[in-house]
């Protein structure tokens, strides 16, 4: 009986994980097919499977200079803004993981609160702040302010990271001549690696996809890449649905790609290590 009853739990298992892989591929996938529709195609009814696909929506969006200096803004703040999280935001997370004190209850709570405000509590002083110092519509304006979330984040995720990391296996590399900075460089970045890696990759899909305080902290410079593909619906009932697409798609292909490029950095180093 309890063969039948683990296969049958593999089978309601595995049945359960392809269905919840369906259900997060499909809604990329029929977005990615309805870029290369025409509207006529997409605006129909019955949903057609069968049609002649064209790249003119791909095209106007890669041709259009709003979108690519959206590209370019998005890029830019966001890559700075998770670069500033992880030079500043792990060594804190270590230090407050390994060197508690009596304020590191009260900065983990403060990090984890950075999370329960809503956007526009955020959003309302530092345009003002922004205003007055003239960094209004800016990209260091920005990376400042996604650096805030990136921090906190990383600082979020990194804590307990480090907490499970071994201390027999520091104590001994501190008996081997090791210093601080050497254990937390050679001892606990490479053993909590995975886990902060998803921390990396958790913190730049959140900036990459914030919406309301880059819609608060930009007007034409700034705009980023979410902005300016929400630009794209306001058209009433004209609304291009292949050109939206086609930029939704654009928007979800950077996320994607880092997400590729961690993920084998990070199958690179275990096959190191089990080599």
């Not at 039948?4 to 809604?27: E, S």
């Not at 977005?31 to 025409?38: D, E, G, Q, V």
């Not at 998005?74 to 230090?95: D, E, F, Q």
């Not at 805030?148 to 071994?166: D, K």
């Amino acid at each position: 009986m309890r063969p039948r009853r683990t296969r049958l739990g593999l089978i309601i298992g595995k049945t359960i994980l392809a269905f919840a892989g369906f259900m997060a591929v499909f809604p990329l996938a029929w977005t990615a097919l309805n870029s290369l529709k025409n509207n006529v195609d997409i605006i129909t009814r019955v949903p057609r499977l069968v049609f002649s696909p064209t790249f003119d929506n791909i095209r106007y969006i890669i041709g259009r200079d709003s979108v690519m200096t959206g590209l370019y803004n998005s890029v830019i703040a966001c890559g700075c803004a998770v670069l500033i999280g992880v030079v500043l935001g792990l060594p804190a997370a270590y230090a407050v993981a390994r060197y508690p004190n009596r304020f590191a209850g009260d900065i983990q709570f403060f990090v984890l609160s950075l999370r329960f405000l809503p956007p526009v509590a955020v959003a309302i002083p530092l345009m003002v702040i922004w205003l007055q110092i003239g960094l209004y519509d800016t990209l260091p304006a920005l990376i400042v302010t996604y650096s805030l979330l990136t921090i906190s984040v990383i600082m979020w995720l990194a804590i307990p990271a480090f907490q499970a990391v071994p201390k027999e296996i520091e104590e001994a590399a501190f008996v081997d001549g090791y210093g601080a900075y050497s254990v937390f460089w050679r001892i606990a970045l490479p053993v909590a690696a995975r886990s902060l890696i998803g921390a990396v990759a958790f913190s730049f899909v959140l900036v990459w996809n914030e919406f309301l305080i880059a819609l608060m902290l930009s007007s034409s410079n700034a705009k980023t890449l979410p902005i300016v593909a929400s630009e794209l619906s306001q058209q009433g009932m004209n609304v291009p649905w292949g050109i939206l697409n086609a930029s939704v798609v654009l928007l979800s292909l950077p996320p994607l790609l880092f997400l590729g490029v961690l993920s084998g950095f990070l199958n690179s180093v275990f096959r190191q290590k089990k080599t």
